[in-house]
């Protein structure tokens, strides 16, 4: 897709240096327990919940909290009752952002979200406001290591994938990047699986179908605005159209 926001790839260079495993684990758990409610506790009858296991896993999350994360999703044991609910406004420089989030208190979450946005410069919008500038997909990000792009494109494209491509992974090596459509998702899982390629990374996110560049400065508040929102506890992921372009990055990291 043109435009490609580096958001993601912003968030994995800052990750090492930041990222708290506790606030990681404590997502991945309302995941998990959302996942189990809404499916069932099964991974093998929930495709949603064997997604939020893995990712458990792969953030070495204890065998024990994952399980206890599924018992309080199937009611096997008490836990808060999470909403699954979604935020949309723009930053400085009519960047728009939409966030997701699970919450426990709708009026705490709006609230401290509705904050952030007016102490950026920017304002927490109404249902449907930018929600139109996002298209839901399923992304795969598999390290590009041993693997060939017209192999791993004819894989995944009998699966029905849309698009494949190569980026930098923000770490000195590279992926490849894999979109397909929502319905798509368990396709083109069983059909890497099935070859023996593991995803780094496998979700569904919202990919901005515009983006807008911002100078230096601009982009730098709307950067600050995103980790921000990333950092709140009720937010599970944020995305916008900000594109930031490699001259802006590497004015950023300067």
Do not use: C
Not at 9 to 22: H, L, M, P, V, Y
């Amino acid at each position: 897709m043109a435009g490609h926001n580096k958001w993601s790839k912003i968030k994995r260079k800052k990750g090492a240096a930041d990222a708290k495993r506790s606030k990681v684990w404590a997502r991945i758990a309302r995941d998990i327990q959302v996942a189990a409610r809404e499916g069932g506790g099964s991974p093998d009858m929930n495709a949603r919940l064997a997604l939020a296991v893995d990712k458990a896993k792969a953030e070495n999350m204890p065998k024990d909290n994952i399980e206890r994360a599924i018992k309080r999703g199937t009611g096997e044991i008490e836990g808060a009752d999470y909403e699954e609910l979604s935020y949309e406004g723009y930053a400085p420089g009519g960047i728009a952002v939409f966030v997701d989030a699970l919450t426990d208190n709708a009026n705490r979450t709006v609230a401290d979200l509705r904050s952030l946005f007016l102490k950026a410069g920017g304002n927490l919008g109404t249902s449907g406001s930018v929600a139109f500038l996002f298209d839901q997909k399923a992304v795969f990000e598999i390290p590009a290591d041993g693997l060939t792009e017209d192999d791993l494109f004819l894989l995944v494209a009998d699966a029905g994938a849309e698009d494949l491509r190569r980026e930098d992974d923000g770490e000195g090596g590279a992926v490849f990047v894999v979109e397909a459509p929502t319905d798509a998702f368990g396709d083109v899982q069983a059909a890497l699986a099935g070859a023996g390629v593991e995803p780094a990374e496998a979700a569904l996110q919202r990919i901005p179908t515009t983006t807008t560049a911002l100078p230096p400065d601009d982009a730098a508040k709307v950067l600050r605005l995103l980790d921000q929102l990333d950092d709140h506890q009720d937010v599970q992921a944020v995305y916008s159209t900000l594109d930031v372009d490699d001259a802006t990055l590497a004015a950023l990291e300067g």
